[in-house]
């Protein structure tokens, strides 16, 4: 089923299907970005959502995410790409221009702000979309309603300045094109259990919410 989807989500947006030696259907991208921002953050967190993804949704994603350029025509080969850090993040003109034709051709951003990227993502993000807000999504959105149902949201993962997680979204001709995961650590969540010693139910919360982005991503 994902994979029939996948083939229509990619003919429908004029994305490039990758079929790579080991013939997954489809592959994930991690965003890498200049600014000195900690953009390889969390190495081991996409593989195990990936991991997650093929054992208990069925899907068949390559198990190792591709780490692609901002400016990089090779970013329209990802239907889902991740961006993270803890810093500075700043896109040029050409950053900007690629990312922005990527997201209205069909491709799909999730950031997660690791702590300390909200200030320049903010900015940043505004030379993709200057004319789009950051709207807050309602808890009955369908990226909370997939398989796994987050009746309240974002589910927090880490805490640190006691705020409620948050997630927010950027819309291009009525389309959810960015979500924007914050206060929440989400692809923390995501890592080996030994990184962070979450409690297995965190870490499972954390996955399930992942799982709900790609599921979203895929059938919509």
């Avoid at 190792?64 to 700043?90: C, I, K, W």
């Avoid at 997939?146 to 409620?164: A, C, R, T, V, Y």
Wanted: glycine content about 10%; proline content about 5%; aromatic content about 14%.
């Amino acid at each position: 089923m994902f994979k029939k989807y996948t083939l229509l989500l990619f003919c429908a947006f004029g994305l490039s299907l990758v079929v790579n030696a080991q013939s997954y259907p489809y592959k994930i991208g991690k965003l890498k970005y200049r600014g000195g921002g900690d953009w390889y953050a969390n190495p081991t967190s996409l593989h195990n959502l990936i991991k997650f993804m093929n054992q208990e949704l069925g899907t068949n994603i390559d198990p190792q995410e591709a780490v692609v350029d901002v400016a990089s025509p090779e970013l329209f080969r990802y239907p889902f790409v991740h961006m993270t850090g803890h810093g500075n993040v700043v896109f040029s003109r050409e950053d900007a221009e690629n990312l922005r034709n990527y997201l209205t051709s069909g491709g799909f951003l999730h950031i997660d702000d690791n702590y300390g990227m909200d200030p320049f993502i903010r900015t940043e993000i505004k030379k993709v979309f200057p004319e789009a807000e950051w709207v807050e999504l309602p808890f009955n959105h369908p990226i909370y309603q997939q398989k796994f149902k987050f009746s309240g949201g974002l589910p927090k993962i880490h805490e640190h300045n006691g705020k409620p997680a948050q997630g927010f979204g950027l819309f291009h001709n009525g389309k959810l094109v960015v979500f924007y995961t914050y206060e929440c650590d989400l692809g923390n969540g995501w890592e080996d259990e030994e990184v962070h010693k979450d409690p297995k139910e965190t870490r499972l919360k954390a996955l399930q919410m992942g799982a709900n982005m790609l599921q979203y991503v895929f059938l919509n």
